[in-house]
């Protein structure tokens, strides 16, 4: 298996790593010749959206990407990832998000809670993080919710977390994803 | 060592800023175009260091109405600066919830022996060092991220360039040694004993490591990323030079591509005046030499 990882900025050698644990083969994404090569999935990961989203358009990188994610190419956005995949940047899941939903770094938090498909007690770390605020597809599904507020989502090949599964020592999430391709 | 659970969620926010550029800035309006530049975080003070250089005398921590103007202005994490060892400073940014304070050699030290325990803060903090034993000494007093200190405000890499590679060799260095030599690298060191041991067995920090101080083109920021830094900082760089908003988009687009030199060479066409610089050996105030 094959997974692309953006790789403009952000925690995407932790997304890596995990993939590589996980025995899927990986490669960095950072030009247009990088996404060119075949692959059967692609990491967003988290990092900071407003650079990512300007990295994206200054590479060539934003159209060919939104395309083929909209037509069906197996995506985890993490964070940054997630309010990439929103109407804010690629628009490729229909739903509303908060940015930085919970404050600043003083607000960023650690919990455990259940993801629908992928297990009970899952670690869930927050960093200057965003919320769904809500789906705007009957194609989409919410997955986890953390104080009544959504938090992982799913509309078609497509999967969302607004918290870090790639900082725990935690395989669950990455591998539910990569069961799915 | 303890790790609690904050100091973690402080590394962890270190980590997302990976592959990014941070800019000082010193309005809303120079935050607003590092924030459409593509900067990940900004550092809002009064006086870039240039300028703190240029009017001598006291340099303290900014205005925290000025600090507040600047963290209306952008959504990216604001950071701001606290002399070394002033407690009360770094109390008063956490008060106004500051995402990351730097404890700076770049202001006037404060205490000329004792740095903040910053252990006792929720916010993080990110501390200057010029090699491995300052990194590992700032560690183990709560810093969650540190950076080279360079040369601040003279546009001139080579301090920067210096700490960063004294830093990676000293890691290598210690990656090598036996088990039963890391008692005595920690004495060389003046550091503790497992922090040493963490390095050794990982052949990195226990948290993440930026270049700062002289960088003021995309070809600098490209070199602190071959040689290590996993993002930049860019002080006097960017506002001290003809075309800001050019300059900084270049810049955050050469720590992506610092390994593509046909697209460095784009970026670093037209992009008008960089800052005038002063070499590191004609200045009188080393800054680099604060807080050791």
């Not at chain 1, 809670?113 to 705007?136: C, H, N, Q, W």
């Not at chain 2, 075309?243 to 008008?272: C, F, M, Q, Y």
Request: with cysteine.
């Amino acid at each position: 298996m094959r997974i692309g990882v953006l790789a403009l900025q952000g925690a995407f050698v932790e997304h890596e790593q995990v993939l590589r644990r996980l025995g899927a083969e990986v490669f960095e994404i950072r030009s247009l010749g990088d996404w060119l090569r075949p692959k059967d999935g692609l990491v967003l990961p988290g990092g900071e959206s407003t650079v990512q989203g300007r990295l994206l358009r200054q590479t060539g990188l934003f159209e060919p990407m939104r395309r083929e994610i909209a037509a069906g190419l197996p995506t985890l956005g993490t964070c940054a990832g997630l309010i990439l995949l929103s109407p804010l940047h690629f628009g490729t899941m229909s739903m509303q998000v908060r940015r930085n939903a919970y404050g600043r770094q003083l607000g960023s938090f650690h919990t455990l809670g259940s993801v629908k498909g992928v297990g009970e007690d899952v670690p869930m770390t927050f960093i200057r993080a965003p919320y769904i605020e809500s789906l705007l597809s009957p194609q989409a599904e919410a997955l986890a919710w953390v104080g009544g507020r959504i938090v992982a989502a799913r509309q078609g090949r497509q999967l969302v977390t607004a918290f870090h599964p790639e900082l725990d020592n935690d395989l669950r999430l990455h591998s539910h994803f990569l069961a799915t391709l | 060592m303890i790790i609690t659970e904050r100091m973690m969620l402080n590394r962890q926010l270190a980590q997302m800023l990976k592959g990014g550029v941070i800019m000082d800035v010193t309005t809303p309006e120079q935050a607003r175009i590092a924030e459409q530049a593509g900067a990940c975080a900004v550092m809002a003070l009064e006086r870039i260091p240039a300028d703190i250089r240029a009017a001598g005398g006291v340099a303290r921590m900014s205005d925290p109405a000025m600090i507040r103007g600047i963290q209306e202005a952008v959504s990216i994490p604001v950071m701001a600066k606290c002399r070394i060892g002033h407690i009360a400073e770094a109390r008063i940014l956490q008060a106004i919830e500051i995402d990351y304070i730097d404890e700076s050699e770049v202001l006037s030290p404060a205490d000329d022996v004792f740095h903040i325990d910053k252990t006792q803060f929720d916010v993080p903090f990110v501390c200057g060092a010029r090699n491995l034993g300052e990194a590992l000494r700032r560690i183990a007093e709560g810093a969650t991220m540190i950076r080279t200190k360079g040369e601040p405000g003279t546009g001139d890499v080579v301090q920067a360039v210096s700490h960063m590679r004294q830093m990676q060799a000293d890691i290598r260095r210690l990656a090598s040694l036996r088990e039963d030599e890391l008692f005595e690298a920690a004495k060389q060191l003046q550091a503790p004993v497992e922090l040493v041991r963490y390095v050794h067995e990982n052949g990195k920090l226990p948290v993440v490591n930026f270049a700062a101080g002289g960088v003021a083109t995309p070809a600098d920021a490209a070199l602190m990323m071959e040689l290590g830094a996993e993002g930049v900082f860019v002080g006097s760089g960017i506002f001290k030079s003809g075309n800001p908003a050019k300059r900084a988009a270049a810049i955050v687009e050469a720590v992506t591509a610092w390994k593509d030199a046909k697209r460095l060479a784009e970026l670093s066409a037209d992009l008008g005046e960089a800052m005038v610089g002063i070499n590191a050996q004609e200045i009188e105030l080393l800054m680099a030499e604060r807080g050791k």
